[in-house]
Nanobody
């Protein structure tokens, strides 16, 4: 069975740090683009970042640039999202997703093949 197990969420104060992890199983991880999306209360789900299969190309949503870093370890079937200088607007449920592709383009949520269960991040002021 395909699984994406996200972890690392929690409560943090403004300016704090969290590292999210997502461990994949049940598919060939190294052939996928991996993404982190965020569901913010009262708003839709937005793409925070993605990383291509090789780790050489990244995308960041504007508010994440300079504060968040996405990375992957293909030997461990794991993708990470390091979040620095957290703000209350970063509060939400963070989901990891996988899509089988060798290109580097941004794709909408519906194009992704697999989704994890989400991990809650709460940033207090």
């Amino acid at each position: 069975d395909v699984q994406l197990q996200a972890s690392g969420g929690g409560s943090v104060q403004t300016g704090g740090y969290r590292r999210l992890s997502c461990v994949a199983s049940g598919f060939i991880f190294r052939t996928t683009t991996m993404a982190w999306d965020r569901q913010v209360p009262g708003k839709g789900r937005e793409r925070v970042a993605h990383i291509t299969y090789s780790g050489q190309t990244h995308y960041y949503e504007d508010s994440a640039k300079g504060r968040f870093t996405i990375s992957r370890d293909n030997a461990k079937n794991t993708v990470y999202l390091e979040m620095n200088s957290l703000k209350p607007d970063d509060t939400g449920v963070y989901y990891c997703a996988a899509m089988h592709t060798y290109d580097y383009y941004w794709y909408p949520r519906g194009e992704y093949d697999y989704w994890g269960q989400g991990t809650q991040v709460t940033v207090s002021s």
